[in-house]
């Protein structure tokens, strides 16, 4: 498994096309992993681009942290990531949280950035999204048993069910990250955001609750173009191939 | 673990995937299970999305450039990767050596 270690601790990344000129660096959302992007997305991107993904603190195969999830935090990680695969500017690309970081990223430091592609990035503000990890905390188990699991359709097993039971109560009764979260309120409202000047590509579920922050979106960074694309806030998992194909186009553009 | 360069058998092949099946969820787990070539792996062995990318990643440690795991499952869709069993992968290798 490839680990490097950043800010001491490791950090589990997948790394496709080396060679390639340019670098692509997809972030995933909270209580996912990378493999959200490993089976279809990565690999149509990995024709052209070096793509480059990792497991957050505490997620998929990373090693956990009690503390430091709120946007600042997670940007140092990313940089410090950077640094470590020696990446001077890349294209950017986020899913849900992971598409907060990307934001975050292209305010702090938009010299490493290129293109940004947010993918149904929430509002952390936004009534129906605000208490998205409170949604959580509600559903998330009852969901994942009476429907499916992110990637595989398929009705999760006892052992499924304990592994993710057990990351969703370290998460929220161990960790920082509901306060860190709370934190983050008024993200949006934030006159950073505007400060954002790379093109942005924001993708969206037609269906989704989180289209309204997509237009907020656009609203807000001077060359954001929203395009939504039928399906929710899953998107990239129920239209891996659409999703991959916008992002292919988008960082392609000249 | 060095890259081999001596073709394996099916059965050989199986033995290996319940190898990495085991190292991946879990000698307590596999004990409970009857793995066959049938054996789905979302369903039957229940490893969810970044297990299978462990899996992957001791395929491509074992047998190197000699095949490309991750692109032959990127090809499919939802429903094949659900349906995916270990005697697929057995044939794919196969093929590949």
Known sequence: MPVVTVNGRSVHIQELNKEAAETIVLVHGMFSNLSVYYFNIAPLLATKYHVVLYDLKSHGMSEKALTGYDLTSMTNDLLALLEALNLQQIHLGGYSFGGLIALKMAIRFPERISKLA????PDPNDDKTRGIIDEYSREFLEHYVENFTDTTKVKMGKRQMERNHRMYEYLFYQTSIKTDMEFEKNFFGSPAIETIKQPALLLYGTDSNCLNAGKHLEGL?????????PGDHNIPIQQPLV?????????QEK | MDTITTKLSSEEIFNLMK???????GEEFVEEMDITPESSFTKDLEMDSIEIVSFSEKIKAHFGDQIDFTGWLSSMDLDQLINLNLGM?????EECQ
Do not use: P
């Open chain 1, 118 to 121: 947010v993918i149904e990035a």
């Open chain 1, 221 to 229: 960074i001077e060359n954001a173009s929203l395009s939504a694309v």
């Open chain 1, 243 to 251: 999703i991959a194909e916008a992002l292919l186009n988008f960082f």
């Open chain 2, 19 to 25: 190898q990495f099946i085991t190292e991946v969820i």
């Open chain 2, 89 to 93: 992968i057995i044939s794919y290798i």
